[in-house]
């Protein structure tokens, strides 16, 4: 009947529009819900789309920030809790946190409204730092570990505006 056919076509219209979703949002789905993760890839081996980590700070749930710095680094800049943007010019702590949320490190995250940003303090918090005797002076070595389970690492071996590597106009 005909009834009986516009309720099939809508619930056919409505797992379509579920799939679709879960297609555009799978890499936050994933990452908030990692018991997901088996349906999306499985999805994904079929409509060869790829999982990756969210580009927003917000999707990817930090559970830490570890860094390893040189020790005249860790002097001059172990700042945990800077309260203004005096001292948080030499904040590692704030740096880390400010850039993974804005994905940028310039003027604004130097900024008060940016030191006093709730998202930017609990962050900060999560960022820990440890002495590396080995580690160059301009160089810092990071891993971001993400409540899921999944780990990001690198490493900088000349920080910007060092003498290795020094700023352009």
């Given at each position: 009947t005909v009834v009986g056919l516009m309720a099939g076509l809508s619930v056919m219209l409505g797992l379509t529009l579920a799939l679709q979703a879960a297609h555009h949002w799978r890499d936050t789905l994933a990452a908030r819900?990692?018991?997901?993760?088996?349906?999306?890839?499985?999805?994904?081996s079929v409509l060869r789309c790829e999982i990756q980590a969210p580009m927003q700070l917000d999707d990817l749930q930090v559970d830490s920030v570890q860094l390893a710095v040189n020790e005249t680094a860790m002097?001059?800049?172990g700042r945990k809790d800077p309260t203004d943007s005096n001292k948080a010019g030499t904040s590692l702590y704030h740096w880390a946190a400010a850039a993974l949320i804005h994905r940028a490190g310039g003027l604004a995250q130097g900024a008060d409204e940016c030191?006093?940003?709730p998202k930017v303090i609990a962050l900060r918090g999560r960022v820990s730092a440890t002495v590396d005797p080995v580690i160059g002076a301009d160089a810092v070595r990071g891993e971001i570990r993400l409540k899921d389970?999944?780990?990001f690492s690198?490493?900088?071996d000349h920080a910007r505006g060092s003498v290795n590597r020094p700023m352009t106009d």
């Open positions: 819900q990692p018991a997901l993760q088996p349906a999306l890839q499985a999805m994904c002097t001059l800049t030191v006093r940003d389970g999944r780990v690198g490493k900088v």
